[in-house]
């Protein structure tokens, strides 16, 4: 039983490599998603394989479509794909192994919505996107309903120079494609990673480009677009401000002059607010 799970898009991409990932592509009309998903079931099933994995084409500008090769594994960008069929690719993968049959055939899997992944990794978009190997100091995780970040950094962590730098995927769910790139734009303004470089800025201003909500995407996306980008200093000069103002309104700073500030007058309102019981 050979099944496909419709289609990801892959073409914004830096040094030949995806940092953008979404399902479905705006690129695809329903008679080439099927042609499409059609090719890749027939390659599987002619190769006779056993196993999770992502065949990938080439599309051009007048809709036809050439094999570029097959990875035999899951993908970084699969969780837009769990998020818009429901179904769990690594626990499929590892029925797959044990020699479980498929419990679904291809025309009982449905996709639901629209899925947007970003990349995160340690590197500098303005420096060709070079690593940026470091001590990662302090780490916050984008929340809320469509959102999933998956990682494995902490404040702490040392970035190492041996192997690829990427930090997390950020993914996010909505019911259509308008509501997933706010809902993007929001969870990138909302995930900090300080100690090392990170394309955070640079993926908020990418998804927030009229190329890119209008749906023209292409492999030279970057190239075409955001060749000359440069981080926006105001917001670094903000951040060192907002840093010095943290700090002078601690415990010992007071505005009065050198008199060391009472602690009491620095308590949050819970705080201040003593024990409490919720009413009944």
């Given at each position: 039983n050979v099944v496909h799970l419709f289609e990801r898009e892959c073409s914004i991409q830096r040094r030949h490599q995806k940092i953008i990932e979404e399902t479905p592509s705006v690129a695809l009309t329903d008679e080439l998603r099927n042609r499409m998903g059609a090719a890749a079931v027939a390659a599987a099933r002619a190769?006779?394989?056993?196993?999770?994995?992502?065949?990938?084409?080439?599309?051009?500008?007048?809709?036809?479509?050439?094999?570029?090769?097959?990875?035999?594994?899951?993908?970084?960008?699969?969780?837009?794909?769990?998020?818009?069929?429901?179904?769990?690719?690594?626990?499929?993968?590892?029925?797959?192994?044990?020699g479980q049959p498929l419990p679904f055939t291809q025309a009982e899997i449905s996709r639901r919505g629209h899925a947007i992944e970003c990349r995160i990794y340690a590197e500098d978009p303005a420096c060709n996107f070079m690593p940026a190997p470091g001590q990662i100091l302090f780490v916050k995780a984008p929340e809320g309903p469509g959102v999933r970040y998956?990682?494995?950094?902490?404040?702490?962590?040392?970035?190492?120079?041996?192997?690829?730098?990427?930090?997390?995927?950020?993914?996010?769910?909505?019911?259509?494609?308008?509501?997933?790139?706010?809902?993007?734009i929001r969870a990138l303004k909302e995930c900090v990673i300080l100690g090392v470089k990170t394309p955070i800025e640079f993926l908020v201003d990418v998804v927030s480009s009229e190329p890119f909500r209008s749906g023209r995407t292409h492999t030279g996306f970057i190239e075409e677009n955001f060749a000359q980008w440069q981080p926006d200093r105001l917001l670094d000069d903000l951040a060192i401000l907002g840093f010095v103002a943290h700090e002078m309104a601690g415990p010992g700073f007071s505005p009065q002059g050198n008199e060391r500030a009472r602690a009491d007058e620095w308590l949050s309102p819970w705080q201040r607010l003593g024990a409490w019981d919720l009413g009944r």
């Open positions: 190769a006779g394989y056993v196993n999770a994995g992502t065949v990938e084409f080439l599309l051009d500008g007048s809709g036809e479509f050439y094999f570029l090769e097959v990875n035999t594994r899951l993908q970084v960008e699969h969780p837009i794909t769990e998020l818009t069929t429901g179904l769990d690719l690594v626990r499929r993968q590892i029925e797959i192994a044990a998956d990682h494995g950094v902490c404040a702490g962590f040392q970035v190492p120079i041996q192997y690829d730098p990427i930090l997390g995927k950020l993914v996010v769910w909505a019911e259509d494609r308008p509501s997933a790139v706010e809902r993007m």
